[in-house]
Nanobody, 114 residues
Framework: QVQFVESGGDSVQPGGSLRLSCAAS????????MGWYRQGPGKQRELVAH???????NYSDSVKGRFTISRGNAKNTVYLEMNSLKPGDTAVYYC????????WGQGTQVTVSS
């Protein structure tokens, strides 16, 4: 099985920044497309950003221009730089392949409040 470990979440003020990290391990057969998902309170999980093995990126309209997804130098690592954070960004953030694998990590909590 594959394991995802997310880190970097915190509580920040609106307009603040965070950098989330993800490390994947296990029986992984080369992920072509890796993404960051989030689930806010009372909301469905949504894909907010993804990146291909070639480095092409895509973002949801809600985060475009504020978030940047990137692959790390180490294998099976991915990052999410979040700037100009808004209260609506409050959610648990998860990393996974796109489409997602059956296994999910515990996620990392991001809270944006004044």
């Amino acid at each position: 099985q594959v394991q995802f470990v997310e880190s970097g979440g915190d509580s920040v003020q609106p307009g603040g920044s965070l950098r989330l990290s993800c490390a994947a391990s296990g029986t992984i057969f080369g992920i072509n497309r890796m993404g960051w998902y989030r689930q806010g309170p009372g909301k469905q999980r949504e894909l907010v950003a993804h990146i291909t093995r070639d480095g092409d990126t895509n973002y949801s309209d809600s985060v475009k221009g504020r978030f940047t997804i990137s692959r790390g130098n180490a294998k099976n690592t991915v990052y999410l730089e979040m700037n100009s954070l808004k209260p609506g960004d409050t959610a648990v953030y998860y990393c996974n392949a796109v489409p997602s694998f059956r296994y999910w990590g515990q996620g990392t909590q991001v809270t944006v409040s004044s």
